[in-house]
């Protein structure tokens, strides 16, 4: 993380010919590993798990760019971190990985896998971070999804995509 904070100190020995700092991007706040961000508070006013959930759902059949051609399916999984895996769903990183990460953030933030659509994985969430500060430790492990719509195209600077974690419902990722 020193590199990506500091993108003006020599590049790591490592680095691909073809790769470049992005000079814009301040990168996370954090000089290692600050943990695992804690879950989301739970207000006792908000809609649970799979109350977001379902309204997640709806929003996307009404409004979502696909909903010509959605199919809804009931997956036979034990919980929607599952779901990808269950399907085959290869359009996004080692599946260990992607599963370990939905199924912290289930347990954490009441996050179900709502949605999957070629490289694209929603994710709706019913106790998101509701300060910057919790929201810069989340969005570091959405950094490690490898989702290309927050670490390549467009390369958002870090501050940029924490900040509008705050208080958000839904997550979407995807892979080219």
Sequence with gaps: MPFWSDPSSAEPDDTPEDVEP????????FASWPGLAPGGPDTGTGPGPEEAAGRTVAELLISGPYEASLSLVLVPARSSADVPAVIGWTDSPPMPLMGALLRSWEERFGARVVAAYGGELYVSVARPP????????LALEHVLSTADNIV????????????????????RFWWD
């Design 152 to 171: 390549d195209d467009p390369p958002t600077p870090f501050p940029e995509y924490a900040r509008a974690l705050v208080g958000r419902t839904e997550w």
């Design 130 to 137: 509701l300060d910057p500060a919790h929201a810069e430790r």
């Design 22 to 29: 992005w000079p814009h991007d301040p990168g996370p706040p």
